[in-house]
């Protein structure tokens, strides 16, 4: 539900900041039969939800930085850091106290969707911090209102509650690992996979290194433990 109301949020600001003219909105067309002739197209107020309805998308249609405004970046779709973007200038949003962290394209952790946003960042991975490795990561435990489990960098201040509108992203997950997932976030991570006997993961989910033993499959280790993590194997 959080990241449907922040998606929201986000819309909205968007579609203010894109504004051509009074009652008029860019927006970057793309023909359901080939992207690839995309284009910019700027449309009433009374016809913007239709379009965004067949996939059209707030803002100038832009692949690079240079297809911009010097004030602008070229903000990608969630989970992709390239090919057909939108450009968007950073502005001051108000964005909700939720604490659930989301990895930028540029390597930078944003307390959520919508403080990417606010940066015009494109989101990598919307499933938590950024890391490259498992030593990136740490386990916070209970904060605000007891909810533990949640997976920060090893550097990363705890978060602080400031009323009782910041809410906890995740349920309590007691022996759990904050690992590096596969997509390149900080994530919790419990349930046993590898080893000698080559245990599976139950689909949907990919056995990454368990962080917490000295055994590592990267430096000739043997029979070393994992741990499943949400994400696709390869």
Known sequence: MKSVLLSLV????????????????AVCHVPPRDAAVAKTLH???ASLAAHLAHGDRVGVCCTTERDCSVDAACVFPTGTCGG????????????????????????????NSC??????????????????????CRLLGDFCDGCGCLALPVDAPDPVCADD?????????????????????CIPAREFCGGLAGVPCPEGSV??????????????????????APGRGG
């Open 43 to 45: 449309v009433a107020q």
């Open 207 to 228: 056995c990454v290194d368990d962080p917490r033993d000295e055994c590592d499959p990267q430096t000739g280790g043997a029979d070393c433990g994992g741990l499943c």
């Open 10 to 25: 986000s819309l909205f600001v968007l579609a203010s900041a894109a504004v051509a003219a009074p009652d008029r909105f």
């Open 165 to 185: 509108s910041v809410s906890c992203p995740v349920i309590p997950c007691l022996g759990a690992a904050a690992v590096c997932g596969p997509t390149g976030s």
């Open 115 to 136: 403080e990417a946003g606010r940066a015009a960042a494109s989101i990598f991975d919307p499933e938590g911090v950024c890391c490259e490795e498992a030593a990136d």
């Open 84 to 111: 057909l973007g939108t450009c968007q200038e950073p502005g001051d949003w108000n964005c909700p106290a939720v604490f659930d962290p989301v990895c930028g394209c540029n390597g930078k952790t944003y307390g």
